[in-house]
């Protein structure tokens, strides 16, 4: 406790978040000792009490997480170890368990109160129901924009994956021939608010755009005619991009997709995105048809845009936790092989690909590294990755690439974050505002970071392997996860050898897809990674307990959970094992493993903390001798005194993300804190009722502090941007 000496915060939000559960969610009794939802009193006083509260939130206000700030973390790994990273029901159940140490069922609403929900689930373009256009109302969506992209891709797509999705309804288009596309966002949790940052949330995603003329354009890409397309209705939100589908008369059905005008970098995003799909599905990947694509608005439809096949298949998102152990392992064997043959393409040069004659357009000169492939002139170019390029980072004039050889790789970002600090950089409370006691509620001076920054230079070099395989430069995708992967599921599939009834058709979403070297690639990707827990350290081929029929429901739910969690991680790890050996090399070289983290803290985007590259740092010179040699000498050195500071210090902040952990799993809040639309009025509840518990047990001073760092309040962002 010594460490915590000065944070009552941390103290007292760990006790309130592990009695929680108990005292406030989970009086309803076991389903097994009711009879119907209504006859229990204790179910109908806790949801009381959730009315109460939520009736007494105030109005709303501007606040936390953004489309613009999405572009924070591209590999979130969020609360590794039990899947909070992949909310699914099973292992967030578990998650909350092992934090709260509760066994009975969170209270649902009433059916007034889901009724109330389903009735806001869809809204007018204006955020109202339109007279003009009774019955005609745009769905809401799944929540996340650039300032949430970044931080939060790695949840958009698959977090609540067992949710039902929105309705398709008809966009209204027949009103105008210009159609603003705003989104009643429902997506980052405000305990003092309806809604965070609603205002700026909707400008960020807005776009006003020519109906008529995208579907012309459509049409016209495919060799149709604008008579020929029948309906054209939004098929699905992304974290970067709005989707449409369109369908001929014929019945023929393609895909249109636009940006919202926050995605970065423009121009480059898609036409690297174009390049990458035509240049996998040349070498036989299962990739999307891209049809025809604009990089800039400049065109009749006044937008950037990519038409692209439809692909006919299910999401293995929506069937992820219903499949079985061999349906698992056939299908992460599949994603394997598909990712070695993408890892196995040599490539000249660092940074991302594209067509030589976009970026003579962009740049006025072909600028890159030449790709010959047939008779198309694809090359290697700028880097896309959503870090080197967000908020004001794309006014600089920095090297983002192609890069000639590793070392110009692993210094790229860094010396972009440290460029920016430079000439933006000023002091700044954690954006983690959850860390901020810890951080004594200072503001962190960003001239520590560049130092930390130049450490990290100092040392790269030293940590690139000597192995030529782990210096190449190869392509992955950037975000492989169940939401972004079509099986098919019909009785063809069943055919294939191994296949347990699934087949691989298609994936999908290669925006930001980067060419760094394989080194870089060390990692399992974030939403089937288990790090955190021994079991998958090991890779103990895992099992269910033995005594799974005899568990009550919700451990049964919990041990599920866990299973589930160790079962994709094992399969994942031994298909690379066995299939992609290059992959394989990296991810068993520890030198990897560590160049890896560092070059991911180091290009981080920069939020007012110092300390996660700093205990790296120190982690690398204490490992140095073990990974590079005795014989080389470390380049960076730490007092002791400093060392064990640090140390004390990622304890702390330990506590701090724990605790942070924990009131997710209670609140229900994914990335940026969102929610699914029909959580919503319950999570804001629970978000006010956890927030009142914490208070009334801090002293007033304390109090203070923490009313002005709540980290469930709303903020004001810009300066992190």
């Keep these: 406790m010594a460490t915590l000496c000065g944070c009552p915060l941390i103290v007292v939000l760990g006790v309130v978040m592990r009695s929680f559960l108990l005292d406030i969610t989970c009086s309803t009794p076991h389903p097994s000792t009711t009879s119907t939802p209504s006859s229990s009193s204790n179910r109908a006083t806790s949801v009381d009490r959730i009315s109460f509260v939520a009736h007494m939130a105030p109005s709303r206000k501007n606040g936390d997480g953004s489309a613009a700030r999405t572009a924070r973390k591209a590999k979130t790994t969020g609360p590794v170890g039990y899947g909070l990273d992949k909310i699914a029901a099973p292992q967030l159940q578990y998650f909350a368990r092992k934090q709260a140490q509760g066994r009975r069922q969170p209270v649902p609403l009433t059916a007034e109160q889901h009724a109330t929900l389903q009735r806001e689930l869809y809204t007018s373009p204006f955020g109202t129901r339109n007279p003009a256009l009774p019955g005609r109302l745009l769905p809401t969506v799944d929540p996340s924009s650039q300032i949430s992209l970044y931080r939060t891709q790695l949840y958009m797509q698959h ?68 008579q020929d397309v029948d309906t054209m209705v939004k098929f699905d939100e992304g974290g970067f991009n709005r989707i449409f589908l369109i369908t001929m008369h014929d019945g023929f059905r393609m895909i249109a997709r636009i940006p919202y005008p926050v995605t970065v970098p423009k121009f480059y995003a898609v036409a690297s995105e174009v390049a990458t799909m ?21 065109n009749a439809a006044k937008t950037e845009y990519i038409f692209m096949e439809f692909v006919t298949g299910t999401k293995l998102t929506n069937i992820w936790m219903e499949l079985e152990g061999a349906q698992i392992a056939s299908v992460l064997r599949q994603m394997v092989e598909l990712e070695a043959r993408i890892m196995s393409i040599p490539f000249p040069a660092g940074g991302s690909l594209y067509y030589a ?93 560049i130092k930390n920054l130049e450490l990290y230079r100092r040392m790269a070099p030293s940590l690139v392997p000597e192995k030529a395989s782990l210096r190449a430069f190869c392509l992955r995708h950037p975000d492989l996860q169940p939401g972004n992967v079509m099986v098919s599921t019909s009785p063809d599939s069943s055919s294939s050898p191994g296949s347990n009834g699934l087949r691989i058709v298609g994936l999908l979403d290669w925006q930001h897809a980067a060419v760094p070297p394989r080194c870089l690639l060390a990692g399992i990707p974030g939403q089937l990674q288990n790090y955190d827990d021994p079991a998958s350290q090991t890779l103990t081929p895992p099992s269910l307990p033995e005594n799974m029929d005899e568990l009550e429901e919700s451990d049964r739910m919990e041990a599920y959970g866990r299973y589930h969690a160790r079962l994709v991680h094992f399969h994942y790890a031994k298909s690379t094992m066995e299939l992609n050996e290059l992959h394989h090399d990296a991810l068993s070289d520890p030198v990897s493993f560590l160049i890896c983290r560092l070059f991911d ?56 993300d724990g605790n942070f952990v924990g009131c997710q799993a209670i609140v229900g809040f994914g990335g940026e804190m969102w929610v699914p639309n029909e959580d919503y009025e319950k999570s804001k509840a629970l978000a006010e009722l956890l927030k009142l518990n914490v208070f009334n047990r801090l002293s007033a001073e304390d109090r203070d502090k923490a009313q002005a760092n709540w980290f469930l309040d709303d903020m004001i962002e810009d300066d992190y941007m």
Excluded at 193 to 220: G, K, P, T, Y
Excluded at 282 to 296: I, N, Q
Aim: with cysteine.
């Design 159 to 226: 977090s609540f994956a067992r949710s039902a999705p929105p309705p398709h309804h008809s966009l209204p288009l027949a009103f105008s021939t210009s159609l603003l596309v705003p989104l009643r966002l429902r997506s980052n949790l405000s305990t003092a608010a309806a809604s965070v940052n609603e205002d700026v949330r909707l400008a960020e995603r807005m776009r006003e755009f020519e109906v008529n003329e995208l579907r012309r354009l459509a049409a016209q890409s495919v060799g149709r005619t604008f």
């Design 278 to 298: 035509r240049f996998l599905r040349a070498k036989g990947l299962p990739v999307p048809e891209v049809y025809d694509y604009s990089p800039t608005p400049d």
């Design 357 to 449: 004659d976009d970026l003579q357009k962009a740049a006025g000169r072909i600028t890159g590294v030449l790709m010959p492939l047939d008779d198309e002139r694809f090359c290697v170019g700028p880097d896309v990755r959503l870090p080197m390029w967000f908020g004001r980072r794309s006014q600089l004039d920095v090297d983002r690439g192609p890069y000639e050889n590793v070392e110009a790789a692993l210094a790229a970002a860094a010396c972009k974050e440290a460029a920016y600090l430079e000439r933006f950089g000023q002091p700044l409370l954690p954006f983690r505002r959850e860390r901020r006691e810890a951080y004594g509620y200072e503001k962190q001076s960003p001239l520590d970071h």
């Design 601 to 656: 803290r180091a290009g981080a985007i920069w939020e007012g903390e110092t300390h996660d590259l700093k205990a790296l740092l120190v982690e690398a010179t204490e490992r140095w001798a073990k990974l590079v040699g005795a014989d080389v000498p470390c380049p960076v050195k730490f007092e002791a005194d400093d060392v064990s500071k640090t140390k004390a210090f990622s304890e702390r902040l330990e506590l701090s």
